[in-house]
């Protein structure tokens, strides 16, 4: 069974940095775009970035500059580093595969676009 489990979250201050990391399980997810999302208590499911299998990437504008998605394929996982970061951006912070291999990553910032999720990993940043 396709699995993904995500690791790395923390407490932190806010300007600090932290690297998530979402490790893939159960089946090559190479062709894979892949997605991290956040949602805080009592909000909607969020998207933060995606990758694609080409290393096509896109990120929300609250992010942009500050935190960057990469690949290793060979290793089946997917990381989220985060830089500069402020109390907003406390979340659970879940990551995603979607089968469908396109060519922009623009095009997956839908929860709807992903087949597969992870468990989560919570992210807080104090003031």
């Known amino acids: 069974q396709a699995q993904l489990v995500e690791s790395g979250g923390a407490l932190v201050q806010a300007g600090d940095s932290l690297r998530l990391s979402c490790a893939a399980s159960?089946?090559?997810?190479?062709?894979?775009?892949m997605g991290w999302f956040r949602q805080a208590p009592g909000k909607e499911r969020e998207f933060q970035a995606a990758i694609t299998y080409s290393g096509n990437t896109y990120y929300a504008p609250s992010v942009k500059g500050r935190f960057s998605i990469s690949r290793d394929n060979a290793k089946n996982t997917v990381d989220l580093q985060m830089n500069s970061l402020k109390p907003e951006d406390t979340a659970v912070y879940y990551c995603?595969?979607?089968?469908?291999?396109?060519?922009?990553?623009?095009?997956?910032?839908?929860?709807?676009?992903?087949?597969?999720w992870g468990q989560g990993t919570q992210v807080t940043v104090s003031s």
């Open positions: 159960g089946r090559t997810f190479s062709s894979y775009t």
């Open positions: 995603a595969a979607a089968a469908n291999r396109g060519t922009y990553a623009s095009a997956y910032v839908a929860t709807t676009a992903y087949d597969y």
